[in-house]
């Protein structure tokens, strides 16, 4: 029986804690005291938020400066008068600086121009539709070429090897590719108006097309070669060989032939991805074909940009739109979630409409690629695509 003269037990033994909730085994208070606030002077700092997704070093940082940009718009090519002074091209660009006084150039310019007037030639327009116009000689004979270059595949078997990239048959492929390069071109120049005025476009023409189907000694590719096929068009442009009712055709034809057959190059001799931005690029090794199939899908009634998530879409469309070709191609050869080892295509998808797509594309390959000096370092100049200095 207690003393009715002392106090009470738990008020003596924690006189701290008259308010608190006391454990009736120990008299202990059941609750923690609320910590005092974190201080920069004394304590540690907290521990960093680490997101799910971490950013890759060579993620996009001008985002804002992309997004604000001009949208580049369609320009006429220069015809380039004759009589020409073909020379070997080489490389001119080694830092920022060339990179301005390229894009403030007239080819600089003109150029990517020229790859915004293919992806407006293309606007609502399948692989399969009619073309306006028949394909001119030119077209043709780059389709044969294309096929030239997909038979060398054939008798150019991968050879047995145990690396993950690099097999060593592309180069005896890519020697073959520089033994018919003279004679290829000389097919394409023979449907000028005047043949004998391009005499020696081939010593100019040449390397453009050897360097657009990637690098032999590295045994890879990426973009930068892929934008030299394009100034490879654009010099047979200049040379009017291809004139702007060829556009479609040239897109829609000989582009999506030579996406074909660089993915069986890539497929046959696993080329290493040139320069790849990983997860925080579009794809592994191609740019231009999602402008020109976002181009496609412009207006499309039932397609939208969220549209790539369908499996069926991709399945029954991907042979109609470079653009669905393209995710398709990305979900075979990559593993997990999409938004993990896509994160640019799943946000773009977001995006309410293929116009908006489109016009966003264009500004990130001028911005992504064109702008880049470790891709243009490699980009050449001659006389069709002149250096102002």
Known sequence: MSNPGSPPASASAHPDHEHTPLCRSCGAPTAAPTPAPWSGA??????????IRLP???????????????????????????????????????????IVRFHASLHGRHFLGFVAALSASVHGRKISDPLPSPPSPAVSALLDLISALGALVESTPPLPHTSRYGNPAFRLWHEKLADSAGGLIARITSTATSPADLAGADVELAPYL?????????????????TNFAAFLYCLARLGLIT????????????????????????????????????????????????????????????????????DILEN??????????????????????AEHSPMLDDISGVPNWKKVNSGLLKMYKAEVLEKVPIMQHFLFGSLIKWED
């Open 42 to 51: 004394s304590d540690s700092p907290p521990p960093a938020y680490r997101p």
């Open 56 to 98: 890759a070093i060579n993620a996009p940082t001008n985002t804002a400066a992309i997004v604000l940009s001009p949208v580049p718009q369609p320009l006429p090519v220069p015809p380039a008068a004759p009589p020409h002074a073909f020379q070997v091209p080489a490389k001119r660009i080694a830092s920022p600086d060339d």
């Open 210 to 226: 050897l360097d657009s189907f990637g690098n032999a000694t590295r045994i890879d590719y990426g973009t930068g070669h892929e």
């Open 244 to 311: 702007e009712s060829d556009y479609p055709a040239i897109v829609l034809r000989v582009f999506a032939a030579y996406l074909n057959l660089m993915r069986t190059l890539q497929d046959t001799y696993q080329l290493e991805p040139a320069g790849s931005h990983g997860v925080w690029g579009l794809d592994d090794f191609h740019f231009l074909p999602f402008i020109f199939g976002a181009a496609q899908l412009i207006d499309h009634k039932y397609m939208k940009p969220k549209s790539i998530h369908n499996p």
């Open 317 to 338: 469309f991907s042979s109609e739109y470079m653009y669905l070709a393209c995710v398709a191609y990305v979900k075979k050869i990559k593993k997990g979630p999409f």
